[in-house]
């Protein structure tokens, strides 16, 4: 049963992991038809639930007080449609993306102006000034400007005449737009306006514009206090009964207005921060971009947040739209996952200094920092960091510690600035930290914060100095000295690429939709990349420098398919028969020799020679030499060695069997054969280097290389660096996958769940041995439990004593303890004992932490120990008192037994409580097991597994010493020692 | 000032005390209590509820702090500081109410843990007496068991043999029958009996009346914060001198009881009945003829005739009242109904009458006899011994 129960919940897990269903894309609406039994959201007051009516039987209504509402309705799906005057709508949907008006109108109507019925010269006035509108095209520029595709209307235009013939009153309601409405200087302005002003210029008179309610306009007609009227209106029957209506001034009608499914579920796709302005922005809370982003986007929410990994998680579990980081910080973030997008460059650029407790400390580093300025050394240590592969680290550095140590408070967890790899520390800011640090004598000691927490550590005298990419402004200068300017950075936004897509993503369909959505690998910088990249951005991309990794990982699954050149895939299938090659060619591109741009003979050189080899059948025989589909062994031919001057330098990736590769310590295939007999005929030696695929054309510009000759495709973006010869060889990209997963049983190609959750636990766990980091916190953790535990009880026993004792004045202080310790939220302690009370004193923060936490618990356990004794019998006390006993030998022997019993099982509760709320020690820079699990995600930004290990740490450990408070529970328990 | 112990070097004398006050604030407790307890004597101390006799027990032993006055034990002032009223209480006894068992002990560490921490006996010492006693008061086959597993009455039996573990001086008993089911109270009182036989000197505060005239040397009535009367059992019991203490011991032998009119609660009557007759150990037989022959007098009382006019009757003579006597001298036991003159007749008989209730009382009773005694009548039975 047991057994079964634990089965039951780790599938509810992974359930709830694993399964992330795609929401249903509601059904678009394509014409009126499908309307016809619809809920429809009208305006309450208008006639457009009749009309609906007429047309749609079956049709049900939702009323709202504006168009505007309606249509929002519609957008968040509360209604199906919205039903109102089709241009009214068209203003709306210009506005809000998201909405689109059908094109068939479920009634047509006419608006027009209209006069009195006696008053024919004006009509007749407006009907020629419209007449000539439409001629000469103002009238198209005016529904142009007042009718935009999307966007507010176009401001009116200036008009002044002279007014020679008296006023023309006319009468407008102002609610109309675009017909009427008041725009931002407060003036009544729209189509019908416009018209009416051009009518009253053409008749020389001044227009007195009266702004009234819709249903007042006919009455003021006919009682002489306008002499004309337009906001919309409609032409029917019974209105020309009692006023003469201008030729009709628009063509419109109720329309319906939809949700546009092509940006099904309502997510308009964004081109830049301004999309998100009232959106969701996710920032790291203290920080610089949080305030930029608070002064500059106030109708945005803003999520604070503590550190990077949760923003990004933010971002990718929909729970925010936009997250602000730095530059670099979010380079590194979309390389590690295709999904996320730059939705605003450069927001604003910053300064990033170090900040001081002591001004003197400061300015040694300043000079410091002037020194590697000079030296070239700060540029150099930031490119290292910038472009961290994995392989960057601080150099060894001289134990200091002569002159006393520098304590170093920092997130730990800010790609390139401040983070842990295998425990050691990296980036820019540490370094600098550490070497400033060897550079004085100081031994550094780095403290964990939150970014938050930064400034309070150096402001309270808690570190000497803090770093972590932060930015210099004048608020924090009041707080901390802060050094001259080491960097600076610029604040990216980041989103998900489907946003930015929108509704506008092609949708991959056609014969590879797996593929799409696999996870791909290829080699850096390789056709294969951009070829992944361009089309299929939906899928993952792994990078490799060895096409023999690639494969590897596909044999792991760690990757779905690895796109490669054909012959390296062929032979990468010779090698692994589990290895399939798909029949699928990616590109036709050339493979060609590439030069450097500076030398144009070199190539025209070589393009003659490869134009003989073409012709006389060489480069045939050469490709037929390497190229053997049926897996026969390569044919080796001995290319005879020019003598000339100077050398040909030929750089090569020789990890491309068969183009190009090792074999007996030479480099040989079929690129180094014809090179050879290139550089034969060109009377040169050839000297091949061998370096990264991702080099090569690197070693080209830099001229460490002549020629390259490597299997390069010639691509447009290569050719804008280097030369390309004529190509020599189709070697067109395919993809390989693993024979057992055919990619035309459509079955899903993402790794099966069992795979990623090794591959989560191998990345999460065991690289960079984090298994030792989440070993320390589980350390930390036990000790500050246990510990606190212990120091409590003492403590709350002590109170208890107050609390129960005689003295008044003890009694209340008990009291006021108990009520106080209650009343504050452990968090807050915490920081409080951290940042303020033993601010001036040099304590370790699992000190602090145990102190707080046993404070804390003290007062609980003081009032679980009164209840227990209370529960004593009074008649257990006078006994043992009757018996002889003194009062504490009473207490001793016969109540403290009793109470025990009775305080354990309640005691138990509150010390797993303690165990779990040792998790908030992050907060002052102890490592315990939940700031490991941040310290993980940082690197791997996994939440999966990192959380639920510690989760279940978590519960191992209160589990575990739940246990054995209920193993002494049982031996005190009396009846348990019976004879 | 320190008073000296008028009797000090007269051996026999244990306890004296001398103008005892308690009070709790402004609640007076004990006036003043003036008494002796001496070697080897039983003393009961009886009273209404409430009149402080076990407030006067708390204070010998210290458990309440007097207000006022002297306790000597010994020839020692318990009250003056310099004496430690822990080594007091190691010479005194107690024996509570509610038994107060250490709940989280074996009934065998009950009776060594004072012994062992306190007398600095060995445990095997203290473990070998335990035994000993709890054979005493009979359950040596309990020595494992916990208070939660005993009855109340031999909880309070293990108390009394944990008392004797400490080789008290005094053994004071605070109602030690009171917790218990009338089916208990025996088993206790055995055990005391057994106690007194052997010369333990005890102090009893009981509601036991029986048991105290026939244990006891001497008998403590207390009243009013003081001890109102004191002599012999036979003096107290049978020829009481003071008024309090006749109405006392009066109470305690007679049940009485009210009814006004037609509407009496018959249950209640009969359950105030019943305890009486517990309370003097009545056998069940005599308790049902008692209980019969009072309903069958009521019934004739209100239901013969005109009911209707009969319950005005009673009600204009001002109700009946019923007195239940019990003399243990004579073991007779007189029931007596009295009434208004207006009334005439309690056991009213009319011509319908059946006669079947009168005889069914006739048989029960040894003599009934009704006669109008001044302005009231009164109807006297006395009852047949069962079965006779």
């Known amino acids: 049963m047991k057994r079964f129960a634990w089965i039951a919940a780790g599938g509810l897990l992974a359930g709830a992991c694993l399964s992330c269903s795609p929401a249903g894309k509601p059904a678009g609406v394509a014409s009126l038809e499908d309307l016809k039994t619809a809920r429809f959201g009208v305006v309450s007051g208008t006639v457009a639930d009749q009309i609906v009516l007429n047309r749609f039987p079956e049709a049900t209504f939702g009323y709202y007080p504006s168009p505007l509402d309606a249509c929002l309705a519609v957008l968040k799906g509360k209604e199906t449609a919205a039903a109102y005057d089709e241009p009214i709508l068209r203003n709306i949907q210009a506005q809000n993306p998201g909405l689109k008006i059908l094109p068939e109108m479920i009634s047509v109507d006419q608006y027009a102006m209209a006069v009195r019925p006696d008053d024919r010269e004006l009509k007749d006035a407006a009907d020629a000034l419209l007449a000539e509108l439409r001629a000469d095209g103002r009238y198209d520029e005016m529904k142009a400007r007042w009718f935009p595709e999307k966007g507010k209307p176009a401001p009116m235009p200036e008009m002044a005449w002279e007014a020679p013939n008296g006023i023309l009153d006319f009468g407008t309601c102002a609610v109309t737009e675009p017909f009427s409405f008041i725009d931002d200087s407060r003036r009544v302005v729209g189509f019908d306006v416009e018209l009416a002003s051009r009518l009253a210029r053409r008749l020389g008179r001044e227009l007195r514009i009266h702004n009234m309610e819709f249903g007042a306009m006919i009455p003021s007609l006919l009682s002489g206090k306008t002499d004309l009227i337009a906001a919309c209106i409609t032409v029917t029957e019974e209105r020309a009964k009692s006023v003469l209506f201008t030729e009709p001034v628009y063509r419109g009608g109720i329309a319906a207005a939809v949700r546009d499914s092509a940006v099904a579920g309502a997510a308009p796709a964004f081109s830049g921060l301004a999309d998100v302005a009232e959106k969701r922005i996710a920032v790291m809370v203290g920080s610089t971009h949080d305030k930029h982003i608070t002064a500059n986007f106030p109708r945005a929410e803003i999520l604070r947040m503590d550190n990077a990994p949760d923003m990004l998680a933010a971002l990718k579990s929909g729970k925010c739209e936009a997250a602000i980081f730095d530059a670099n910080a979010g380079r590194l973030y979309r390389e590690d996952d295709p999904s996320l997008a730059v939705l605003a460059e450069k927001i604003f650029i910053e300064n990033l200094g170090f900040g001081f407790a002591d001004v003197r400390l400061r300015d040694a580093f300043n000079a410091f920092l002037g020194e590697l300025r000079a030296t070239g050394e700060l540029d150099e240590i930031r490119r290292k960091w910038e472009g961290d592969d994995g392989a960057a680290a601080i150099p060894d550095l001289p134990e200091g510690g002569e002159n006393g140590r520098l304590r170093i408070a920092t997130t730990t967890v800010d790609i390139p600035f401040s983070y842990t790899r295998e425990e050691k520390p990296c980036g820019i800011d540490l370094e600098l930290a550490l070497r400033f640090a060897a550079r004085q004598g100081l031994k550094p000691q780095i403290q964990p914060l939150p970014f938050a927490s930064l400034i309070a550590a150096v402001a309270s005298g808690k570190a000497d100095l803090i770093c972590d990419g932060i930015t210099i402004t004048e608020e924090r200068a009041k707080q901390v000295a802060f050094s001259d300017a080491y960097y600076q950075s610029a604040a990216d936004a980041l989103t998900l690429k ?283 953790t036990a000790l500050i439990a246990v510990l606190s535990a212990l120091l409590g009880t003492l403590l709350g026993a002590l109170i208890c004593l107050m609390r129960m004792g005689r003295n008044r004045a003890l009694k209340a202080f008990a009291k006021a303890y108990i009520s106080l310790l209650r009343g504050i939220p452990q968090v807050v302690l915490l920081m409080l004992m951290f940042y303020v009370v033993f601010a001036p004193l040099d304590v370790s923060g699992v000190a602090v932490a145990i102190f707080t936490f046993a404070l804390n618990f003290a007062a609980y356990v003081s009032e679980m120990f009164r209840a227990g004794i209370e529960s004593v019998k009074r008649g257990q006390v006078e006994a043992g008192v009757a018996m002889g006993f003194s009062r504490f030998r009473t207490f001793v022997h016969i109540v403290l037994p009793q109470a025990v019993q009775r305080i354990l099982p309640v005691f138990k509760g509150e010390f797993v409580a303690l165990v779990k709320m040792t998790a908030i020690v992050g907060y002052i820079a102890v490592q315990d097991l939940t700031k490991a699990s941040d310290i993980i995600r940082s690197r791997t930004f996994d939440a999966f597994f990192p959380l639920v290990m510690v989760a279940v740490l978590y519960f191992i450990l209160a589990w575990g010493l739940t246990s054995l408070l209920e193993m002494i529970r049982v031996r005190v328990n009396p009846k348990r020692r019976r004879p | 000032m320190k008073a000296s112990c008028p009797s000090a070097g007269s051996g026999d004398v244990l306890i004296r005390v001398e103008h005892l006050a308690k009070c709790f604030g402004e609640t007076v407790v004990l006036k003043d209590v003036n008494a002796e307890i001496k070697r080897g004597e039983v003393i009961s101390i009886i009273g209404p509820s409430g009149t402080g006799k076990s407030t006067f027990l708390r204070c010998l032993n210290l458990l309440e702090r007097p207000s006022g006055g002297h306790i000597w034990v010994d020839g020692r002032d318990v009250l003056d500081p310099r004496n430690d009223p822990n080594a007091l209480r190691r010479k005194m006894g107690m024996v509570f109410q509610n038994f107060n068992l250490f709940e989280h002990m074996t009934v065998l560490d009950n009776l060594t843990i004072g012994p062992v921490k306190l007398l600095r006996k060995t445990r095997g010492e203290a473990e070998t007496r335990a035994r000993g006693l709890l054979a005493l008061v009979g359950l040596a086959a309990r020595e494992n068991a916990f208070p939660d597993e005993l009855s109340g009455g031999q909880q309070q039996r293990v108390a009394i043999a944990r008392c004797l573990s400490m080789d008290p001086e005094i053994i004071l008993f605070d109602e030690p029958t009171s917790a218990l089911d009338p089916t208990m109270v025996s088993e206790v009182l055995g055990v005391i009996r057994r106690l007194a036989a052997d010369g333990m000197t005890m102090a009893i505060v009981t509601h036991e009346m029986r048991f105290a005239r026939d244990v006891s040397r001497r008998v403590f009535y207390m009243d009013e914060g003081v001890i109102y009367e004191e002599g012999p059992p036979a003096g107290i019991f049978d020829a009481p001198k003071r008024e309090k203490t006749r109405a006392f011991i009066f109470r305690i032998r007679n049940f009485q009881y009210h009814i006004a009119d037609e509407k009496y609660d018959l249950y209640d009557l009969k359950a105030g009945i019943e305890a009486f007759c517990g309370r003097h150990f009545f056998p069940a037989a005599a308790v049902a003829d008692l209980l019969l022959v009072v309903e069958e007098t009521l019934q004739l009382c209100f239901r013969e005739g005109d009911a209707a006019a009969r319950a005005g009757l009673v009600s204009g003579a001002g109700g009946l009242d019923l007195t239940v006597g019990y003399s243990e001298q004579e073991n007779e036991t007189t029931l007596l109904f009295t009434a208004g003159e207006v009334l005439k007749t309690i056991l009213n008989e009319t011509a319908e009458s059946d006669g079947l209730s009168r005889a069914l009382i006739a048989g029960m009773t040894r003599s009934l006899r009704e006669d109008i005694r001044g302005g009231k009548v009164v109807l006297t039975a006395v009852m047949r011994e069962p079965g006779s």
């Not at chain 1, 299997?711 to 060889?729: C, K, P, Q």
Request: proline share 6%; hydrophobic share 45%.
């Open chain 1, 498 to 780: 489907e946003h930015l897509d929108g509704g506008n993503r092609p949708e991959e369909t056609g014969s590879k939709p797996d593929i799409a959505e696999a996870v791909i690998g290829a080699m850096t910088g390789s056709t294969g990349e951009a070829l992944v990249r361009e089309r299929f951005p939906r899928a993952g991309i792994h990078l490799f420098d060895d096409v023999m990794d690639a494969v590897a990982a596909l044999k792991a699954r760690k990757v779905d398919y690895v796109i490669t050149a054909y012959t390296t895939a062929l032979q990468a299938a010779r090698a692994n028969p589990d290895l399939a090659v798909l029949p699928e060619e990616y590109n036709q591109a050339w493979a060609a020799i590439a030069v450097h741009k500076d030398n144009p003979r070199l190539l025209e050189r070589i393009n003659a020679v490869l134009e003989e080899m073409r012709d006389d059948g060489t480069l045939e025989e050469i490709i037929s030499h390497w190229v053997r589909p049926d897996g026969s062994p390569y044919v080796k031919t001995e290319v005879p060695r020019a003598s000339g001057w100077p050398a040909l330098r030929v750089a090569v990736a020789a990890n491309r069997e068969p183009m190009g590769f090792i074999e007996d310590n030479k480099i040989v295939g079929l690129d180094p054969e014809l090179i050879e007999r290139i550089a034969f005929k060109l009377g040169r030696p050839v000297v091949f280097t061998d370096m990264k695929f991702s080099a090569l054309i690197a070693a080209l510009e830099s001229g460490k290389a002549d020629v390259v000759c490597s299997n390069l495709t010639a691509t447009e973006e290569r050719r804008r660096r280097v030369a390309f010869s004529e190509g020599y060889y189709v070697n067109p990209q395919v993809m390989m996958t693993l024979k057992d997963r055919p990619p035309a049983a459509g079955a899903a190609l993402r790794p099966s769940w069992p795979a990623r959750l090794k591959k989560s636990f191998v990345d999460n766990i065991i690289r960079e041995k984090r298994y030792l980091l989440i070993w320390n916190g589980l350390k930390v």
